[in-house]
Each structure stands twice: as C-alpha cells, then as structure tokens.
C-alpha cells in the first residue's frame, strides 16, 4: 500500500505533467453529486474517481488518509454511497448503471453486480426499514428503462427515483429487479437526502425553472406589443422579438408588469423536491401537498437533512431571466450585466419554502470593481455538496466557483440573519490557484473535512478547528493538461466576476445548460454585419442587430466541427479571414469562441476581460466537452420503423421549399471533415452555414443532437406561421421553454407544421394536409428521429454488465450485443475482474479476442471469459467505452506503455506513468 497524508502535498504536481493523450479521453464534464462517503464505523472513505472510472478506497488514520485499493466501476462516477462497511455503491452518469462493490477486503474490491438503470443516473441514498433500500434518481428515459418515455406527451414527469431492495436485487436479472420507479412531476433530477431514521427521501429535479417562459413574436405583436426600446443607442430600428414572461402566483407578467394571461397556454407548478415515505411498500411520494415543495429554486445541486430539527437544506441558484439586456444597461435602461444567478441554500420545512440568499452583500447596481475587492471576497458562487455536524448547529457548503467552504450558524442561516464575511470561509486555493470542491463529508471523530476538489482531481484534507488545509491527496487523472488547465475558467467566479457569484457556469451549467431562455441584446451597442455564407436557396442575408430577443441558453458540448457560435451565428471568425472548411472564417471554432471575451465584462461584470493566454487555456478546454450517446436510440444503432420513415423523409430531395431536403440544410455525416484531419468529426444537423431570414433574423443552421433533452413543454397560442390546432390550454407541465432560439414552439411536431414543410407551400413531397393524407403521421415519424438523432458517439458507449453465476440466461445476450458494437468500430470493448487477489483487465481486438494486461499473458475467447465467471464464481464486468480510450482504461491506465499487469508484476504503479 502507499501511503498518502499529511506528507502528501508534493505529490499533487505530477496531475498536470500526466502524458495523457486528448485522443484516449472523452470529455463529458459530468457533474459531481455525492464523490465521498464514509463508511459507517467511519474507518474508510470512498471516492469516485469520475475522469479515471474508478473507486478510490481509504484508510482513515488519525495520520491522514492511506491508500487502500481501487477498482473499475462504469464511466463518469458521479456519487458513492456505502451500504455497510463492506458494500458500497457507486452511480455511473454515463453507463447508466449502479456498481455494487464488495469492499470486505479493501485492498482487493471487486464489482460483485452491476444494476442498469435509467438515463444518467445521478444520486444515491439508502433509506426505508433497516436502511436497506436504495434510491437512485435518473432521468425518465433510457434504454433501460421498463417503459415508453412518452416523450410527444403532454403532463409527463421526466424524473425517476429507483428503488432497490439491497438484500434482493433480483438474482436472475441482467441489471437487478427495482421494487418501484417513481416518476416526479419535474425535469430530469439529481439529488437525494434522507432522513437519519430513514424514513423519508427527499428527490429534487435539477433544472427546475422558475416559471419563466417565452411568448412567441406573433403573440406578443397581437398583444400588448414588444417593450423599449425599439431602436439601439444610434437609432437604428430593431427587429420584432419574442418576449420572456414570468407566473408571479397569480399572472403571467413581463418585466414592465403587463399581465399576457390569456396567451400563455400551460400551467407551471414549479415542483422542484419531491418528499417519498421510504417505508410504504412500496416506496411512493406522499399525496398531496405533503409531497413536494414548489419555488426552491432554478438549478438545484444537492440537498441535506438537519438531524437535530429535521429541516432540509437545498444549495441551489435563482436566474434573472427576466430581467434584459448585457452591457452597461445604459440606453435601455435594465440588465443582468454581473447579476445572472444568485447563489443560495433554500430551507424546507413542511408548508414552509424560505430562500437565503448567501450573497446578500452584493450590490448589483453598482459594477464592475477590479479585482480583488471586498465585496468578491465575501461572495460564494455555485453552492453543492455539504455537510452538517451531528447536533446540527454547524453547515460546510462546498462552493465550487470560490474555491471556498462555506461555514454557516444554521440557526442564523434558517433565521437570515447571517452577514456574509470571508472570516466564515475556508479557502482551499493551492499555490494561489482555485480548486473547485464539489463534495465534501465531515468527520467529527477527528475534526477533519474532507472535500473532493475536481480541478486538480485531488481530496483536500482540512483541520474543522484551524479551518486550514492539512493535506491534499491526488487522484490519477488521465485527462490531457488542456482539460486539467482550462476546466477552471468555466466555473471560477472569484476571477471571472466582479463581485464574485457569476461565471460561465452560472448558465452553462457543468457545461450544457440551464434550460431557460434569456434576452441578452444590449441596446449599447449597434449592428454588425454578418459574413455569411448562407444556403443560396434560403432567404436574404440579415446583419446581426444589437436587439436579438430571448435565445435559449446554448451548450458548451459539441462546439468543435460546428463552426459559429451563438444562434445567429454572431461569435463567429467570420469576421476576419474568408471562409472554408475546416478551420477557416466561420468554421473557425477557436476564433468564434474567442469573441466572448469581451462577454467577461458585458454579461458577467468584470473590470476587463480576462488575459488572452487564459482565454487560450478555456477554448482547448470547452471544444473538447462532448455530447453522450443518444438515450432515445437502440442500443444496436438501429432506427425503429418511424424513426427510420423519419429519416428517409428528411433526406427526401422534394420535401420542404424549393424542392429541397431538409438534410440540405441540417447535414447528417457523423464522418465530416474527419478526411481534413478534424479531431472531433461529424456533422449533426449541421455544418457551420446560416439560413436568411428565414424568422425575421439570420441564424446559424443548429445541430439537433440534444432535442430529447428539452422535452416538457406542451401548450401554444395559435399564430398565423404554424396550421392551427391543438392551441387548448394543457394544463401543468414541467418546463417553460421548448424548441427553436427562442424556445417559444412547444414541441417539434408543432414546428414541422410551419408554412413551408407542408405541399401546400413547400416542396411536392412535403407533409400533405390534404383530407385523409397522411401529413401528421409523418411529421410524427421526422419527430421520432429527431428524437433519437445521431450523435457523436453511438448509443452503445457506456452501455455495460457485469456476469456472475447467477444471470448468466440474461446476461449473455448483452455481452454479445457489446462484442458485435466493438465489431462495428462503434466503442471499444473492455473488461475487468479480479482473479486471486489481483484486478486483471482485458481489451477487445475486434476478431474474437480479448488481450490481456501482462505480456506474458495469452489473449482470451468470451467463452473462456465467460468460463472465468461462470466457474470460478469471479464476476465479469464487461464495458463499451469511447473508440480510442479502450487500451487506458482497460489495459495500460497511465499510458506509459508498459502494461497494468507487468507494472504490478514489476512492484511499479499502474497509476504513475513516473514510477519506475
């Protein structure tokens, strides 16, 4: 064993010197929810490791922590919880599974069963009699999921809660038997908290809303009419633009108070925690109003149970969508400019919902101060993980964008009369450089936190009475030095912001989105021209005007191989060199992202932008965050007949205006540009070019990989664009922004009903509203598709299973499906199990053959594999993971080129390319 504690500190400087290689990683930027435990005799901690795909397991010792073992788990770990001190499960994101793992023997755990789950699972607690269930959240879709995703349906939660009977998971089933899934009327969910009796579970959604939603440009013009101004500071006229409305309790208001009641057609309860009775059988959510709580928040991160009075506590933050405009917010008299997400931890109590907001200090009308100043200092930015002392007088909130703990009195936290002061944090900088903490436990035995910092893969170990960091021990970190360098410019608000709460982070959330649309013109500035190019047979070139209207947040996923940015398309290198694939003019990415610098300033409030050389290490991060398979496709990358009747109609020469495809426009070819060397090939929905004005503005072409993740909202007014129909009110549903920029169009079936798609106005195979023609059916079909549209990485990735003696009937088909995926190039193959004390590894060659991790080791067949399991009773866990990571992770971890199975042999570390 190697021992790593208070000596420790030295150690962290090989992370960034790792000769990981970018083409063995994929980066998903999974967020972080529960990475510690403790065990309950409180002898060892477990940390997921999430960019290594594995479990770290520690000794504690009144010395500091000891290294124990490790062990391969799915991909992107994201939370662990131990059952007992001899179990602990892990939740992988990405492999929508639950790794069971026997940690009797700590210095040889092993994945005793691995449980299939919904789409990226999140969360776990154990809770009901005994403690002997667990609960694990997942969004309502998946391709293991028992069910139909009603995904085109209106009133549908899209939040699930497994629940596992640990003492029987089903002996016999590929992934375990759940006793029940609960569906929660909220978007796709993340965290859990328990009761210390066990008896309730607390489920929360993660983006949530905060009744907010867009009105569409029609509604609005035949309403009340757009707000101020209407031209910018030259007096240039500004187009007509959709609005952004909020539901105050009562009405649906704009940000000038005018009530549009009649024109918002759904209902938004905004029921953000979910209250489960953990001890029904089975475990169900209470009826009533004694089951949720509505109003918590926009984004919710985690949640925790105050053992001494029972009262919840939720770090989440609140958007000022609303509220318009970036810039100074002079000629148009409002803006968010520094004030776009304010931090704060809700506390729930039953009827009770009372928001604290933890930097009260800031004054939001005064910006930008340089930095340092006061004010940033006192802030806390993104709050997550806590922790909470057994009489519950004393809460630690992680707060990932200030490097910081947060220590709060929960008396005065739960009363608000707390008084923000940096004297009530502990910083957890390391040479002057932030660390992002994510998670943290406390053990009150020893007086010690201990706190997952995520920038530099590391635990920092802090003394609760000196509140100073004793020790840091880092975890290997396979990801390339430009991931390690650059991932802090997404998320550190202590130097992105001004007065300390605001980052990229605060909309792009773990680098996706906050699911809202927001109004970020800025009538202090005035027109740009667009460089085009545009689709020849599509409308008129418009220029880029200071007013453009709500646009719904975009992700950082997938921007390499896309070209501009924004949905105009208005962040574009377009601007200074011609244009040509692949990395020229308008396809250039880097340069399309380099001209949101000056965003720093105008939307985040900062004195300046940050330095060029910064700027540099947060574009090589961002292109590099990837989209994850498509949950919605078969997990063999077929279509289903209306998927592929979709399809074919989108590729369909005479089906939309101008006897064009709809492919002309939103180019399919998961191969494009990979002949130029393109390290992130593919167009999906696609290539870079604009249409004209085709809605009043110019845009970008978009790429349509993430449509199944903003399904959710049901209910639009008629307007004179889209055949009428269907325009009833729906009553309530769970999100408040749907599809298109500006998030106005409800569903994609609704937007293919547009002027232009159909015969009538458009192609001559375009829908046919004829009497008895069939023009919905197949607008229906194009909406499955898209729903399952291609994306960079095939449907399989991630997708793993574990084989033991006891599910061998289920198991096997599973294991063949993978190994015929491996075949097609669409993942490699890995597996992992432990044979006489030792974990061994396996990578799949595509012809039949797993190699293994010693040189002096013959390949394997999967029957001799299977054998292994079968016979020996050593369970086999068998995992498709990204093309070109298979030798890292299954068999060299460090990339030092020698094998994990010689290192071992040899007394060297598999997790040091250094050692020797």
């Not at 130097?495 to 649309?517: K, Q, W």
Request: hydrophobic fraction near 35%.
């Amino acid at each position: 064993m190697q021992r790593l504690g208070l000596g420790a500190l030295p150690v962290l400087s090989f992370l960034c010197a790792t000769p990981a290689s970018a083409g063995s990683f994929a980066l998903f930027e999974s967020g972080q929810v529960r990475p510690l435990a403790l065990s309950p005799d409180g002898e060892r901690l477990f940390a997921v490791n999430t960019p290594d795909n594995r479990l770290e397991i520690f000794e504690v010792t009144g010395n500091g922590l000891l290294h124990s073992g490790s062990v391969a788990v799915g991909l992107e770990p994201v939370a662990v919880e131990a059952r007992s001190n001899d179990e602990v499960w892990v939740v992988n994101h990405l492999s929508d599974s639950v790794s069971v793992v026997d940690v009797s023997s700590p210095q040889e755990p092993r994945v005793a069963r691995t449980l299939l789950v919904g789409d990226e699972p999140r969360d776990i607690v154990f809770g009901g009699p005994s403690r002997q269930r667990a609960f694990i959240t997942t969004a309502h879709r998946g391709q293991n999921a028992p069910f139909d995703p009603q995904l085109t349906t209106p009133g549908v939660g899209r939040a699930d809660v497994w629940v596992f009977d640990a003492a029987n998971l089903g002996a016999s089933a590929l992934g375990g038997t759940p006793l029940t899934i609960i569906t929660l009327f909220t978007d796709t969910p993340r965290a859990l908290s328990v009761t210390p009796d066990g008896s309730r579970v607390y489920a929360a959604g993660f983006h949530t809303g905060n009744r907010t939603t867009t009105l569409h440009r029609f509604v609005v013009e035949d309403g009340h009419g757009p707000l101020p101004p209407f031209t910018d500071h030259l007096g240039v006229p500004q187009p007509s633009t959709p609005l952004i409305v909020k539901f105050d309790g009562s009405h649906w208001l704009d940000a000038a108070g005018r009530t549009w009641d009649g024109s918002v057609k759904f209902d938004l309860p905004d029921k953000d925690v979910f209250v489960i009775d953990a001890t029904a059988s089975p475990p169900a959510q209470l009826p009533g109003t004694d089951g949720f709580h509505a109003g918590v928040g926009t984004i919710l991160f985690n949640m925790i149970v105050n053992p001494a009075n029972g009262k919840v506590y939720v770090t989440n933050t609140e958007a000022n969508n609303l509220e318009r405009f970036e810039g100074p917010g002079i000629f148009g008299g409002s803006t968010v400019q520094g004030h776009l997400h304010e931090s704060r931890i809700t506390v729930l109590s039953p009827g009770s919902v009372e928001p604290r907001h933890l930097n009260k200090h800031i004054d939001y009308s005064a910006c930008c101060a340089p930095l340092p100043n006061a004010e940033n200092e006192k802030s806390l930015a993104t709050p997550l993980g806590m922790a909470i002392t057994s009489d519950g007088a004393t809460l630690y909130v992680a707060a990932l964008g200030s490097s910081k703990i947060g220590v709060f009195d929960t008396a005065a936290l739960e009363d608000d009369t707390f008084v923000p002061s940096a004297a009530d944090h502990i910083v957890l900088d390391h040479g002057g450089e932030p660390v992002g903490p994510t998670g943290l436990v406390l053990d009150e035995a020893r007086g010690r936190l201990y706190v997952m910092t995520r920038f530099d893969n590391s635990i920092a170990v802090v003394d609760t009475a000196t509140r100073a960091v004793d020790a840091r021990v880092p975890l290997h970190n396979p990801e390339p030095p430009s991931v390690v360098e650059g991932r802090r410019f997404l998320y550190d608000a202590k130097s992105s912001s001004s007065n300390g709460e605001t980052s990229c982070a605060s909309c792009h959330v773990f680098g996706d989105v906050d699911s809202l649309a927001w109004d970020l013109g800025n009538p202090d500035a005035t027109t740009l021209q667009n460089p085009g190019p545009i689709f020849a047979f599509f409308g008129t070139l418009v220029d880029f005007y200071a007013l453009k209207g709500p646009m719904t947040t975009q992700s950082l996923r997938g921007l390499a191989n896309h070209g501009s940015m924004h949905w105009r398309g208005d962040r574009t290198g377009g601007y200074t060199e011609p244009s040509a694939q692949p990395n020229s003019g308008i396809y250039d990415e880097r340069e399309a992202f380099r001209q949101f610098l000056p965003a720093f300033v105008s939307l985040q409030g900062r004195s300046e932008p940050i330095p060029a050389g910064d700027m540099e290490k947060f574009i090589d991060f961002a292109l590099q965050i990837m989209y994850p398979p498509n949950p919605i496709r078969n997990l063999d990358n077929s279509l289903t007949p209306d998927q592929q009747a979709g399809l074919d109609h989108m590729l369909d020469p005479l089906g939309v205006v101008q006897d064009r495809s709809c492919e002309d426009c939103h180019t399919i070819d998961p191969t494009g540009n990979a002949e130029l060397g393109e390290p992130f090939p593919g167009f999906f929905g696609s290539d870079g070019r604009f249409i004209g004005s085709e809605v009043v503005q110019s845009f970008k072409v978009p790429h349509l990989r993430n449509m199944y993740q903003k399904v959710g909202m049901f209910g639009m007014a008629s307007i004179p664009t889209v055949v009428p129909g269907d325009n009833d009110h729906k009553g309530d549903q769970i999100r408040g922004f749907g599809f298109l920029n500006d998030g106005a169009h409800d569903t994609i079936f609704r937007f293919m009903r547009t002027a232009g798609f159909d015969k009538a106005n458009g192609g001559p195979n375009g829908f046919d509203d004829s009497p008895g023609a069939d023009g919905d059916v197949k607008r229906r079909q194009v909406e499955q598709y898209l729903l399952a549209f291609d994306s960079n990485l095939a449907p399989i990735v991630g997708q793993q299973v574990t084989l033991t003696t006891d599910n061998a009937a289920a198991a096997l088909p599973r294991i063949n499906l993978l190994v015929e995926r491996a075949e097609e190039s669409e993942c490699d193959l890995v597996v992992k199990t432990r044979l006489f004390g030792e974990e061994r590894g396996y990578l799949y060659d595509g012809a039949g053959s797993f190699l293994p991790d010693r040189s002096s080791a013959a390949p394997l067949t999967k029957g001799l594999l299977v054998a292994s399991a079968l016979l020996l009773d050593h369970p086999v866990t068998f995992t498709c993971v990204p093309p070109g990571s298979g030798e890292r992770i299954g068999v060299d971890r460090d990339e030092d080129g020698w094998l994990d199975g010689d290192e071992l042999d040899a007394c060297t570390d598999p997790a040091d390319p250094f050692s020797p």
